[in-house]
Protein backbone atom coordinates (compact mmCIF):
# COMPACT_ATOMS: atom_id res chain seq x y z
CA UNK A 1 0.00 0.00 0.00
CA UNK A 2 2.90 2.55 0.40
CA UNK A 3 4.11 2.32 -2.88
CA UNK A 4 0.51 3.10 -4.18
CA UNK A 5 0.25 6.14 -1.95
CA UNK A 6 3.57 7.45 -2.51
CA UNK A 7 2.61 7.75 -6.26
CA UNK A 8 -0.11 9.98 -4.64
CA UNK A 9 2.00 11.99 -2.21
CA UNK A 10 4.84 12.54 -5.24
CA UNK A 11 1.85 14.04 -6.96
CA UNK A 12 0.96 16.12 -3.87
CA UNK A 13 4.42 17.14 -3.28
CA UNK A 14 5.01 18.63 -6.72
CA UNK A 15 2.08 21.02 -6.14
CA UNK A 16 4.04 22.86 -2.75
CA UNK A 17 2.73 20.24 -0.61
CA UNK A 18 4.82 18.59 2.06
CA UNK A 19 4.16 15.14 2.63
CA UNK A 20 7.67 12.94 2.42
CA UNK A 21 7.76 10.60 0.42
CA UNK A 22 11.06 9.24 1.42
CA UNK A 23 9.31 8.41 4.58
CA UNK A 24 6.43 7.07 3.37
CA UNK A 25 8.09 4.53 1.28
CA UNK A 26 10.13 3.83 4.33
CA UNK A 27 6.72 3.22 6.38
CA UNK A 28 8.98 4.95 9.30
CA UNK A 29 6.78 8.10 9.91
CA UNK A 30 5.05 9.99 12.14
CA UNK A 31 1.98 11.23 11.43
CA UNK A 32 1.35 13.25 8.22
CA UNK A 33 -1.04 15.84 8.28
CA UNK A 34 -3.09 16.65 5.35
CA UNK A 35 -5.13 19.26 4.14
CA UNK A 36 -9.00 18.79 2.72
CA UNK A 37 -7.80 18.92 -1.14
CA UNK A 38 -4.98 16.42 -0.31
CA UNK A 39 -7.54 14.51 1.52
CA UNK A 40 -9.86 14.51 -0.93
CA UNK A 41 -7.29 13.37 -3.85
CA UNK A 42 -6.50 10.05 -1.73
CA UNK A 43 -10.28 9.43 -1.15
CA UNK A 44 -11.28 10.05 -5.26
CA UNK A 45 -8.67 7.09 -5.77
CA UNK A 46 -9.76 4.48 -2.59
CA UNK A 47 -6.70 4.13 -1.27
CA UNK A 48 -7.59 5.58 2.43
CA UNK A 49 -10.12 4.81 5.03
CA UNK A 50 -11.30 8.31 6.60
CA UNK A 51 -12.63 8.08 10.27
CA UNK A 52 -14.74 10.82 11.58
CA UNK A 53 -13.80 10.57 15.45
CA UNK A 54 -16.67 13.97 16.71
CA UNK A 55 -20.14 12.80 18.05
CA UNK A 56 -23.36 12.39 16.79
CA UNK A 57 -24.29 15.46 17.40
CA UNK A 58 -21.34 16.85 15.58
CA UNK A 59 -22.39 14.45 12.96
CA UNK A 60 -25.77 15.94 12.54
CA UNK A 61 -25.10 19.60 13.13
CA UNK A 62 -22.52 19.36 10.27
CA UNK A 63 -23.13 16.24 8.13
CA UNK A 64 -20.09 14.08 7.39
CA UNK A 65 -17.81 13.50 4.17
CA UNK A 66 -19.88 10.75 2.35
CA UNK A 67 -18.28 6.61 2.51
CA UNK A 68 -16.70 7.84 5.98
CA UNK A 69 -16.97 6.21 8.71
CA UNK A 70 -18.28 7.63 12.14
CA UNK A 71 -17.07 6.38 14.92
CA UNK A 72 -16.63 8.58 18.35
CA UNK A 73 -13.67 8.97 20.38
CA UNK A 74 -14.54 11.30 22.97
CA UNK A 75 -17.72 12.00 24.56
CA UNK A 76 -19.04 15.86 25.66
CA UNK A 77 -17.14 15.16 28.95
CA UNK A 78 -13.66 14.71 27.19
CA UNK A 79 -14.00 10.89 28.55
CA UNK A 80 -12.61 8.37 25.72
CA UNK A 81 -15.28 5.85 24.44
CA UNK A 82 -13.90 2.60 26.07
CA UNK A 83 -15.55 1.01 22.51
CA UNK A 84 -13.45 3.10 20.51
CA UNK A 85 -10.45 0.80 19.71
CA UNK A 86 -12.72 -2.51 19.73
CA UNK A 87 -14.51 -0.42 16.43
CA UNK A 88 -11.34 1.12 14.85
CA UNK A 89 -9.69 -2.43 14.86
CA UNK A 90 -12.24 -3.85 12.55
CA UNK A 91 -11.96 -1.00 10.49
CA UNK A 92 -8.54 -0.72 10.20
CA UNK A 93 -7.32 -4.34 10.31
CA UNK A 94 -3.26 -3.83 10.15
CA UNK A 95 -0.69 -1.41 11.83
CA UNK A 96 -0.06 -0.63 7.57
CA UNK A 97 -3.64 -0.10 7.07
CA UNK A 98 -3.97 3.56 6.01
CA UNK A 99 -6.29 5.80 7.63
CA UNK A 100 -7.36 9.40 7.54
CA UNK A 101 -9.10 10.51 11.04
CA UNK A 102 -11.17 13.70 10.80
CA UNK A 103 -13.22 16.16 13.75
CA UNK A 104 -14.36 19.24 13.70
CA UNK A 105 -11.17 21.59 13.40
CA UNK A 106 -8.03 18.83 13.59
CA UNK A 107 -7.01 19.16 17.49
CA UNK A 108 -8.89 16.21 18.51
CA UNK A 109 -7.38 14.08 15.75
CA UNK A 110 -4.20 15.88 16.43
CA UNK A 111 -3.98 13.88 19.55
CA UNK A 112 -5.51 10.84 18.19
CA UNK A 113 -3.24 10.40 15.38
CA UNK A 114 -0.33 10.51 17.79
CA UNK A 115 -1.10 8.50 20.37
CA UNK A 116 -2.44 5.52 17.31
CA UNK A 117 1.20 5.96 15.41
CA UNK A 118 3.68 6.52 18.36
CA UNK A 119 1.79 4.59 20.96
CA UNK A 120 0.25 1.94 19.27
CA UNK A 121 2.46 1.37 16.01
CA UNK A 122 0.32 2.01 13.05
CA UNK A 123 2.38 3.47 10.36
CA UNK A 124 -0.05 4.83 7.63
CA UNK A 125 -1.79 7.71 9.56
CA UNK A 126 -2.68 10.74 8.19
CA UNK A 127 -4.51 14.14 10.89
CA UNK A 128 -6.72 16.28 8.13
CA UNK A 129 -5.60 19.72 9.33
CA UNK A 130 -8.74 21.97 9.65
CA UNK A 131 -11.08 19.00 10.08
CA UNK A 132 -14.24 19.23 8.63
CA UNK A 133 -15.04 23.02 9.31
CA UNK A 134 -11.84 23.16 6.41
CA UNK A 135 -13.44 20.94 4.20
CA UNK A 136 -17.03 22.41 4.10
CA UNK A 137 -15.36 25.94 3.75
CA UNK A 138 -13.51 24.61 0.81
CA UNK A 139 -17.25 23.82 -0.42
CA UNK A 140 -16.44 20.15 -0.33
CA UNK A 141 -19.28 18.27 -0.38
CA UNK A 142 -21.23 16.74 2.92
CA UNK A 143 -23.61 13.65 3.38
CA UNK A 144 -26.39 14.38 5.86
CA UNK A 145 -26.09 12.00 8.89
Same mark, same amino acid.
Given at each position: ???? =??? !???? *????? !???????????????????? %?????????????????????????????????? *?? =?????????????????????? %????????????????????????? =??????????????????????????
Amino acid at each position: MCRK =LTR !HCSA *LNSKR !HFIDTKTIVNNNVGVININT %KELQTIINDGEVIVIDIRRKDEWIETGFIEGSKT *LT =LYNESGSQNPDFMKSFSKLVPT %KDTPFALICRTGSRTGVATEALNKR =LGYTNVYNVKGGITSWIASGLPVAKY
